[in-house]
């Protein structure tokens, strides 16, 4: 018998930031809604089952208006887990958390935005990433 496999490769359309930093992922989201003007807004944890390997529980902050979408994602599970590499990113593990930005403009630009990010001090360094390189791109899909 001939087994076909459905091999499908998403497209992101949005920008993404990794951020190292040492502070408590609360912290980190009231300094950027105070330094930035947002309002991110702590949302239920992104909960990945992944079956016989174990689970992520990812932390997430969401900021929305009518024009553009952006998150903050701690790259590290919150609860203890089995697996090897307990990350929503394992491509990118040495950032603590990503920000994901989708139709960014004006303060949201990926530049701009990235200026203001490693200004702060509370982040350590920052650099952007194009997702679609990411061997774990589904991960940022929601």
């Known amino acids: 018998m001939k087994t076909l496999t459905l091999d ?38 992104l ?13 997430n902050y969401l900021h929305a208006t009518e024009n553009s979408t952006l998150r903050l994602l701690r790259n590290r599970s919150v609860d203890p887990s089995p697996l090897k590499k307990p990350f929503l990113a394992p491509d990118i593990k040495e950032y603590d958390y990503l920000i994901q930005v989708s139709n960014g403009a004006g303060p949201l630009a990926p530049e701009e935005l990235l200026e203001q990010l490693t200004r702060l001090p509370e982040v350590q360094y920052a650099c952007q990433f194009d997702p679609n ?8 899909l929601f």
Do not use: P
């Open 133 to 140: 390189t990411l061997k774990f791109k589904e991960n940022l």
């Open 47 to 59: 909960i990945y089952d992944l079956f016989a390997q174990g689970r992520l529980v990812i932390s």
């Open 8 to 45: 499908v490769d998403y497209d992101c359309d949005f920008d993404l930031f990794g951020i190292v930093s040492s502070s408590r992922e609360h912290k980190l989201a009231w300094t950027l809604n105070s330094s930035l003007r947002l309002r991110l807004i702590k949302q239920q944890d």
